[in-house]
């Protein structure tokens, strides 16, 4: 298994991918209130989707049954849309993957519901400048650890733990491609990144322990010690002049 580079044709398929998931997850965002059950959010990530001609990557994906991943509060990852009611102070991560034309674009993001406390603010902001620190280390000619070191850095220098267990990945026609790409690492080691590198980043972040525990239903992955988890995700494109990210609108 190696690493795929993407052609300029075929980047520009997984930006229309990246733009779909970023306009669902924002419309989703806009709906999130108390009282919701995590099903209704499902319900609409399905009908925007179609709304835009994209298909769920997550829906069927090893069995999953749903259309977006919920995980509220303590759940890091791979929550399962349900009868569960959202309340307000609560946070709750979404995440979604489309595809269209052939190619995946994945995208996550954290929102608090009404007022949340000031830990779960500050663990929302590190979470998503951990992404960016990511981000900015994604250049042509810089390599795979670099990324990986840089969220750990920004995290750990806050007092969070990277979640080690669960990590980004390659992604192009498959939603997993190589590499793996760990929240943690060594700068200067791993693959080097090329132009046409096509990523998922996504740090999970706890204000607790990085250990976790799956849920009963062999699905939602939880922190073992119960503290609340945070998780950013963006699809980016290596380019001449650093990363490109695709899941945007
Ligand atoms: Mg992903």
Request: aromatic letters at 4%; hydrophobic letters at 40%.
């Amino acid at each position: 298994m190696s690493i795929i580079i993407k052609s300029d044709r075929e980047i520009a398929a997984m930006r229309e991918a990246g733009r779909a998931v970023a306009l669902v997850l924002r419309i989703l965002a806009g709906e999130l209130k108390a009282g919701m059950k995590t099903r209704e959010l499902d319900a609409i990530a399905a009908r925007e989707l179609e709304r835009l001609g994209a298909k769920p990557s997550f829906k069927g994906y090893r069995g999953f049954p749903a259309n977006l991943c919920v995980s509220v509060n303590d759940e890091i990852v791979h929550g399962i849309p349900g009868e569960r009611v959202l309340a307000e102070g609560d946070i709750v991560s979404l995440d979604l993957g489309a595809i269209v034309d052939g190619f995946q674009g994945d995208a996550a993001l954290t929102v608090g519901i009404g007022e949340i406390s000031p830990e779960a603010e500050r663990l929302l902001e590190t979470t998503r400048a951990a992404l960016q620190a990511g981000v900015d280390m994604a250049y042509a000619g810089a390599r795979l650890g670099d990324i990986s070191a840089a969220i750990q850095q920004y995290a750990e220098s806050r007092g969070y733990g990277v979640i080690r267990e669960y990590t980004g990945h390659g992604i192009g026609r498959e939603m997993h491609e190589e590499p793996q790409i760990p929240n943690f690492g060594q700068p200067g080691t791993g693959p080097l990144l090329k132009r046409g590198m096509t990523l998922a980043l996504e740090p999970m972040v706890s204000i607790g322990d990085w250990r976790t525990r799956l849920d009963g239903n062999r699905w939602t992955v939880l922190t073992a010690d119960g503290s609340l988890s945070a998780h950013f995700e963006d699809t980016v494109a290596i380019t001449d002049d650093g990363a490109e990210i695709l899941t945007v609108v």
